[in-house]
């Protein structure tokens, strides 16, 4: 559930969504990509011992390919 809040509500993740969906990826894996990307960014974060700061993870929401 909270991933279907944070596409409706945060714009940086509804575009990433979006822009899934628009190359053919059907709505849940679409959802299931947004949810793995997060936990990789997590992990990252409790990797290195950083904190979130908001605005800074544009570049993490690129589409390779």
Do not use: H
């Amino acid at each position: 559930m909270a991933t279907i809040a944070a596409i409706r509500f945060n714009t940086m993740i509804r575009e990433y969504y979006e822009r899934l969906v628009g190359r053919g990826k059907a709505k849940k894996v679409a959802i299931v990509a947004w949810m793995r990307k997060v936990l990789v960014i997590l992990n990252a974060m409790m990797r290195d011992g950083s904190p979130f700061k908001a605005g800074e993870g544009k570049r993490c929401f690129q589409i390779s390919g």
